[in-house]
């Protein structure tokens, strides 16, 4: 177990933890329990999509503590590309290597749109283009990014503390404009992509830029607020995203702000009531969305009420002491969640039409490949994450050294408030 005074925000190690192996499992059932039990289970919960979850509510937790604790935009970004990139551009290359050798195969947008190709994954992108990435996986930073992007938006604007109400509000639009919102309108054809993920890049850059030379912020703060028309009209451009809808995109983004709003309650920055109700709409708007444009009465009722009721046992246990190997998952899980798909094409290319093999052999490729995918997250967090972490730490000291004596951003009502900063910086994402 984790000592107690470090195990405040080891419920979100443990969430995070959970969240990866939920999307191995879910990527490996097909071949460990064939296609038709997979399907069997999907007919009732979607387990892929409960890990995403999951992760985008502990991101929308996280996200505005780490830029609040910094209480700079420079110091946060310099961070988040720091901890995000090393294990995102090592993964990529990895599967070019793969490529090379004949192990893995390249997607083919990458000779077929290769400008757009290349900047959706310069820019995390890829799903938001209508694009494959270099791995599936990948369709999630689409959201993530977004999300860093709006934040940092509304923080330079003063306005990133009525999250109760951009949570509340993008689930109400998902839910009430629904299929009148348009899935491509930036992105729909392929000169338009092209044209569109030139754009993002330009407009990327020039967010970041600004926010690390302090320049021009409330410009580009409103740049970042209005990357919310990217999900609202640009949610499904092909049929390669893997958002079926733009409504669908912008309930990922409320589900993101919804941690967020959890957050905020935690903190005391907002009221148990008014949390209450943003919270419960999120959950209706999302489960009502589905509910109406997929006629998916059973599938995603199950999958937001899992993810509900997940979340809130472990805020319930938050202050209790976190097993160790649930947090160690937890450190370890966005290197999980990028490797485990190239572990699997290597396990599935060792044991070919491992499906149809006895349940033996099914059993045993399971546990390695489990062993396998763990050790290569464990290797990249040690190798990429953490030295890219203490690269971040190094260039902030450098480029944005915290004022003597400043006072921590955003207080902690809860125990152990003044070792709230120390350990969330173990919780990044």
Known sequence: ???????????????????????????????????????????HIDLGKYGVLLFFLVSGYV???SLERHGSLRRFWIGRLCRIYPAYLATIALVGLL??????????????????????????????????????????????????LVVAGLFAWRLHRHSAWWAAIL?????LTGPLLPN?????????????????ALLLALSITAYVLQRFVPAV???GIGFLLLPALDGHPTPDSTAIASWQSLDFIAVMFAGTVAYRAHSGQLGRLPAAISLSVVALSVTGAHWTYLNNHRVWPATVGAVTATFLIAYALRNRPVPAPLTWLGRISYSLY???????????????????????????????????????????????????????????????????????SVPHPARGGARTGARASRLDT
């Open 184 to 200: 491509g309108l930036l992105a729909g054809s392929n000169a338009s992509r092209r044209v569109t993920a030139v754009a993002l």
């Open 338 to 408: 990028l490797t485990h798909a190239v572990v699997l094409v290597l396990i599935t290319r060792i044991v070919p039409d491992l499906a149809s093999q006895a349940p033996a052999t099914r059993l045993a490729a399971g546990l390695a490949y489990l062993a396998a995918a763990l050790t290569v997250a464990w290797l990249s967090y040690r190798m990429v994450e953490l030295p890219g972490q203490s690269l971040g730490r190094r260039l902030t000291a450098r480029l944005a050294p915290r004022p003597p004596c400043s006072p921590p």
């Open 63 to 65: 996200i505005p503590m």
């Open 1 to 43: 177990m984790t000592a107690a005074n470090t195990a405040r925000l080891g419920w979100l190690d443990a969430l995070r933890g959970l969240a990866a192996l939920t999307v191995v499992w879910f990527h490996l059932s097909p071949q460990m329990l064939g296609v038709r039990q997979h399907l069997e289970i999907m007919r």
């Open 171 to 175: 689930g109400l639009v998902a839910l």
């Open 99 to 148: 490529a090379l050798t004949g192990w893995a195969t390249w997607q083919k947008t990458f000779t077929t749109q290769t400008v757009a190709a290349v900047l959706g994954h310069a820019t995390m992108m890829t799903d938001l283009l209508g694009l494959h990435g270099a791995l599936r996986v990948f369709w999630t930073l689409s959201y993530e990014m977004t999300f860093y």
């Open 221 to 223: 703060g409103a740049i």
